[in-house]
């Protein structure tokens, strides 16, 4: 049964830092790994998908990498603001279908 | 290009009363997905379509949760009788039927159930 666990539950640091957020998941045997970002009361936005042939993947001051053998992805965020704030989501597909399999997620507060 | 839709936004019941809601998916995405995410948690499958067909449904409370998408397009999610323990965050999700499968959600609907 896939598991996916998101550490740390919740992170605060000044405005500038550079941070990491970690997702692992058991079964290694994956067709991709999504990050996403929940905004408080908003729904889901996707950042990155990484495909299971791909090491990482970069948008503007994120960086997603992946790991299938060890289970784990990390999501790097370059010069933090307060904007970043929010909930940094990892999720995997169960199978080819494509249902998510979701941690419980990063709670994220960047301050000013 | 939209966004998926989902209304009503929020909506508040009380306990055994019915609720719907409805879910419009990005244009030409077959496959669409209804989440249901608690307070603290990562979404939960409900279920999964493609086109109009099920393709997953394991996880439904199927004695009180029912979904259909008509024409594979718009899709509609119904509890009845709801439960103190369904108030979350109902997330609609769509998404193509490509090798990447990366899905795309919608604001959500929050339910709270008194």
């Known amino acids: 049964k896939q598991e996916v666990t998101q550490i740390p539950a919740a992170l605060s640091v000044p405005e500038g830092e550079n941070l990491v957020l970690n997702c692992s998941f058991t079964?290694?045997?994956?067709?991709?790994l999504q990050w996403f970002r929940q905004d408080p009361g908003k729904g889901l936005t996707s950042l990155l998908l990484i495909q299971s042939s791909q090491r990482e993947q970069t948008s503007g001051r994120l960086n997603a990498s992946l790991d299938k053998s060890s289970g784990r992805s990390t999501l790097y965020i370059a010069a933090s603001q307060p904007g970043d704030s929010a909930t940094y989501l990892c999720?995997?597909?169960?199978?080819?279908?494509?249902?998510?399999?979701f941690g419980k997620g990063t709670k994220l507060s960047v301050k000013p | 290009e939209a966004g998926v839709a989902q209304s009503p936004r929020y909506k508040i019941i009380e306990k055994r009363q019915s609720v719907a809601f409805w879910c419009n998916p990005i244009?030409?995405?077959?496959?669409l997905y209804w989440y249901q995410q608690i307070l603290g948690q990562g979404p939960k499958l409900l279920i999964q379509f493609q086109n109009n067909g099920v393709v997953d449904d394991s996880q439904l409370p199927k004695d009180r949760f029912s979904a259909e998408r008509l024409k594979g397009v718009d899709s509609t999610l119904k509890i009845q009788p709801a439960k103190l323990e369904d108030s979350a965050v109902y997330l609609c999700a769509s998404s193509l039927t490509d090798i990447t499968y990366e899905q795309y959600f919608g604001p959500g609907t929050r339910l709270t159930v008194t």
């Open positions: 999720a995997v597909p169960l199978g080819s279908q494509g249902n998510l399999i």
């Open positions: 079964d290694s045997a994956i067709y991709n």
């Open positions: 244009s030409g995405h077959a496959t």
